[in-house]
């Protein structure tokens, strides 16, 4: 079993950043292969995809409302992946989770998920 704890999360202001990081632990031999994402969850909505990379850290995806604003990282050697978030705007408040899969593909659906964090909320003032 993998366990995933969120950390970095915060109040900033319009425009600032924030970075958050997810260290995984318990079975993370194997932490390479996997594929890691963020989430997030706004009060009264969906559960929605941020960003995702894939085990060799290539080819990262994100949501068209994060795209180049927001860079996701992984350092396999420190079983951890990050979430750089630069010109947050009030819209991106939410409390944002970490999720781990063996899959290389479906990344931005929730259901190709198996292990979550239990989040870090970020709040962005205007």
């Known amino acids: 079993q993998v366990q995933l704890v969120e950390s970095g999360g915060g109040l900033v202001q319009t425009g600032g950043s924030l970075r958050l990081s997810c260290a995984a632990s318990?079975?993370?031999?194997?932490?390479?292969?996997?594929?890691m994402a963020w989430f997030r969850q706004a009060p009264g909505e969906e559960r929605e995809f941020v960003a995702a990379?894939?085990?060799?850290?290539?080819?990262?995806r994100f949501a068209d409302s994060v795209k180049g604003r927001f860079t996701i990282s992984r350092d396999n050697a420190k079983n951890t992946v990050y979430l750089q978030m630069n010109s947050l705007k009030p819209e991106d408040t939410a409390v944002y989770y970490c999720?781990?899969?063996?899959?290389?593909?479906?990344?931005?659906?929730?259901?190709?998920?198996?292990?979550w964090g239990q989040g870090t909320q970020v709040t962005v003032s205007s």
């Open positions: 999720a781990a899969t063996m899959r290389s593909t479906f990344l931005r659906a929730k259901n190709s998920y198996v292990h």
């Open positions: 318990g079975r993370t031999s194997g932490f390479s292969n996997y594929s």
């Open positions: 990379i894939r085990w060799s850290g290539g080819d990262p």
